[in-house]
């Protein structure tokens, strides 16, 4: 199948990598030109803009940083949707807000071409390894054609929705989630630290019992050795998420208090200077909330 | 070796069954005298009194509803005070407070004999089948004594302190993560649905990527299906338990902003008349905050 | 003094007719241009664009809905900058974000021209008898030779600092306040109203004592007498000013816990249904939240 | 009239000052004995147990620190309820929990002695100077014999209920709006202090405009000066007051989700060490919370 790729990043790359191992054609575009050399050198097809990624492409991915950069490859003569041939497919596979979704279909409606959301879980290794799940949303027959795209880079794809954007706000609600599970892990081992019970033996009997996600064993195992940097996942990018699923509950009318709560510790966190930490140092807020000093300096 | 147990309710029933069946002798007192008949015709021997329960015992389980009812089996001429010999070992396996377990720890220290605490996670169904996890605290030559008992009743068997009441708060806070996961599988499927989104295919996305445990599948299953009756667990009870670990984390000064927040909403759930239902209705709670109306009336 | 005025709904309308009365002479422009018919009938000279209020004036007043509304009246060939001398003031008395304050402020920086905001508090009627409080940020010879202005509108002018952007942060903090205020209120007399203590009574117990204040006096009323509609300010607009004081707050990084929870209430509320009530009903949703109806249907 | 007054602490002793400065016959009597010796020589009675200052009087006081201050003066040969005529009232001034107001007027109805509830707002300065404000429950007779004390004491006298607790559950949702207030004064000085407004100046917008309670010049003052020591009314206390609002709306089924984010500051203050600060310091911990250094050391 031919295909674009747009952003070679930590994720888009070993994604472009997995399309290009699959037998597909794969054109690549990264604004930074460097980062593909190794994929041209495998068998990549270099593209000078992103309209030139998409020119020939059944389906172009975008795999890019937020809103501003997947708005910033769109418009104009270099832009993906001037490229985008008739009945072709963008398939958005970044982490953007529900607005720029809804907005991004009524953009390929009107030029002819189609919308597909198709969000992942998985950190960079899962995606060398072809492990990410996919969630996708859009129409059942553009879906259905992308399917082996999905299969090269995923363990597993599911389908939330003919709305895209339904497929993005259930990303976010993931990480919603995710900053949920880290927030209580955080303040319970606060309290279980302060009543002298030693981490990794709370870890084990949470590990052990009913907390046995990957979510609980990744964080947990963060939070019980005071370990945040380097950060897999900045507290900074984690804000920018809780933001986002905060503002599409605010559209839906929805309350999420513990995503408020979140977002006011991950500020604190920031303005105590912890922005490159980990997301997972959610918990040394808790910690310090508690009057514990760390293994860490606060 | 020779066992007494004190309280044969849904949970205590079935752990002196499996006690029972393990061979050892066990002694049963329960303060509605009907519960046990099957367990004296299989060989148990009824006991008229707490005090009866504990006399000849090496060790003395009590598995009971609450604090108060803790301390009603324990002073007088009848209670399990009087009935311990020198040396013999109380192990308390109900949920109980962090303050309690260690007013109880004094009580024996001063009465020359041991407190165990040996609280359990799971449910029912898991004590009859010995598949419980047993959270042990105590001195260590009186943990590895009873270690036959806990394997009669349990799967796995953890050891947190030298504390007694570590291991009570370290249930405590284990039921804490249990109510911080139910409230934001509550937020999250709020958000969904109002989206248009099949909660069932949500549920999908959530168990087969990171969210993999028995608490996700469990409430997760129940929320998306407005299934809050028959209760596994009330929310009365559930509110009971928060109380708890707020009132241990407030001792140790330490501050659980999450378990205000699920206090304050099991309390507008108790307000709005569903005291009755499983804490699963914690989600009932958030779609109505949301302006959702669910499957139930509200 | 030469003004121009744009913006006639219910605060710019008393303050224009305040300008005129104090001897300025005022060019009045509305988008709708009905509502300044009374004004000219008075000696105002009406406007055909923003561009020509600001003609020849030494001072134009912007007293809008919100960001978008001030950002509409601002570019082009009609539009207010286009209009306003070298060296001439934009006295900016809307409530609008602290991000608006510091784009105009540059433009009207490379535009040769002066930001003064100028963002008042205050209601309509207390516009139309000149008593409302006009907090300033700006250059200080802008704000001495505005002072007049100020004057006509104003019972007090409060200076706050050489930015223009913090008097609107000063203002969006003041409303935050208020809304505390209510929320606070709000839960208070869901407690003492469930205990069976009359409303009237604890009222006169607040504002006898130690809560005189008119934000108390007002909201406290609106509470204990179940009075939402007709609403003095809706929770539509509540929810607006709450997010623009969270806005300006994060990006200084500095958490508000308390207007989260309130955010999160006036969500709830607009997803009941309530919207159109004075913000006061944050009561409504407190008493919901204890089981109670009130006076109104919920 | 002849009055007994147990309890001559900071606020007890002006206010059995004001009582014989009245004319009226008083009883004293105060755990630690030498407190009161200069009330006796203006001509107060010295009792050496509560049952003697209860004796013949028609009313007696208890002004103590807390619940279990109040329950130790009750009973036995020498408590002030072997002292109390059939008939005769307790006057319970102290700010206890609603709970013990509850069993306290259960306990007099089966004694044949009344309870009465006369909480006061005030310091000890407004207590020397008769300008307490006293919110009163019970009876009316016993109120209206009561009421030349209520007036020697204070400003004004509130009567809320014939249910003694009501004025107790009106005192302390009284100190949680305090709280509420202090709390939300603090959030706004973080935030406009960190965006470089003088809190000064911040201090004057607000008492200026429509923060003009004694409740806003009070904590504003000492929160725009970082002025927490000497402590008015310690944080330690603060926290004491808020769990017994919290309580006694638990019992009633009221969420108070403001009074829940109060409680888990002021712990979080405790746990940083500042349980002897004034409880303005929540100011403190905002500022914290934004990452400010203040005047003081953190």
């Known amino acids: 199948m031919k295909v674009g790729f747009i952003g070679l990043g930590h994720m ?15 054109t690549v575009y990264n604004r930074s030109p460097g980062r593909g050399a190794d994929l041209v050198a495998a068998g990549a097809i270099p593209a000078p803009t992103p309209a030139a990624a998409a020119r020939d492409a059944e389906a172009v991915f975008t795999m890019l ?9 769109m418009p104009g003569a270099d832009g993906l949707l001037a490229g985008l041939a008739a009945g072709a497919i963008h398939l958005s596979s970044s982490t953007i807000s529900v607005a720029l979704a809804e907005r991004l279909e009524t953009v390929h409606r009107d030029a002819g071409s189609v919308l597909v959301s198709a969000p992942v879980f998985g950190r960079p290794d899962a995606a060398a390894a072809g492990r990410l799940f ?17 299969e ?9 929705s003919g709305q895209p954007a339904a497929a993005n706000l259930v990303k976010l609600t993931g990480n919603f989630l995710i900053a949920a599970t880290i927030e209580s892990l955080g303040e319970a081992f606060a309290l279980v630290r302060k009543a002298g019970v030693d981490p990794g033996d709370f870890l084990e009997v949470l590990t052990g019992t009913l907390f046995t996600a990957p979510v609980h064993r990744t964080y947990g195992t963060l939070i019980a050795e005071d370990r945040f940097s380097p950060a897999g996942f900045p507290m900074g990018l984690g804000l920018k998420d809780v933001k986002l699923v905060l503002a599409a509950a605010e559209a ?4 999420l208090p513990m995503a408020s709560l ?5 500020l604190s966190g920031l303005a105590r200077g912890h922005g490159d930490l980990d997301w997972a140092a959610l918990g040394l807020i808790a910690a310090g909330n508690a009057g514990l000093g760390t293994g860490r300096s606060e």
Chains 1, 2, 3, 4 share one sequence.
């Open 262 to 266: 979140i977002r006011d510790q991950l």
């Open 134 to 150: 996919v969630v996708t949303g859009g129409p059942g027959p553009a879906l259905a054609h992308c399917r082996p795209l999905f």
């Open 152 to 160: 090269a880079v995923g363990q597993h794809t599911f389908t939330v």
């Open 252 to 255: 839906a009318r929805v309350p």
């Open 65 to 73: 940083a937020d809103d501003a950069a997947v708005e910033a490859v």
């Open 12 to 26: 888009g790359h070993p994604m472009a990598a997995r399309l290009l191992g699959a037998g597909h054609r794969v």
